[in-house]
Nanobody, 125 residues
Framework: QVQVVESGGGLVQAGGSLRLSCTAS????????MGWFRQAPGKEREFVAV???????TYADSVEGRFTISRDNAKNTVYLQMNSLKPEDTAVYYC???????????????????WGQGTQVTVSS
């Protein structure tokens, strides 16, 4: 059974930084794409960033150049470094693992089958 756990959220002023972490247990971590998504109040959950099992990454336009996704396969952990945070980045951030092994990078939420409980990020103006 896969367990995904996020950590690192909190309250930060605009322009500040946070680093989110996500550990995923169950299966061989290095075989899977890992993604970050977020859901702001009153809005649908949206894609933020994904890192492929081979290390390639893709970002949403809204975070490109400010956020960096990385992974440490030895620790079964994926990170999201968030810099130059804006109030519009306020959301619950979710980490998820691709359902499929050894696949091309995807941003489609339905391809992700194991989700964490989420961690709140609040950016004050």
């Amino acid at each position: 059974q896969v367990q995904v756990v996020e950590s690192g959220g909190g309250l930060v002023q605009a322009g500040g930084s946070l680093r989110l972490s996500c550990t995923a247990s169950g299966g061989t971590f290095s075989n899977y794409n890992m993604g970050w998504f977020r859901q702001a109040p009153g809005k649908e959950r949206e894609f933020v960033a994904v890192i492929g099992w081979r290390g390639g990454s893709t970002y949403a336009d809204s975070v490109e150049g400010r956020f960096t996704i990385s992974r440490d396969n030895a620790k079964n952990t994926v990170y999201l470094q968030m810099n130059s945070l804006k109030p519009e980045d306020t959301a619950v951030y979710y980490c998820a693992r691709d359902r499929r092994q050894w696949r091309e990078v995807t941003t489609t939420q339905t391809n992700f089958g194991s989700w964490g409980q989420g961690t709140q990020v609040t950016v004050s103006s």
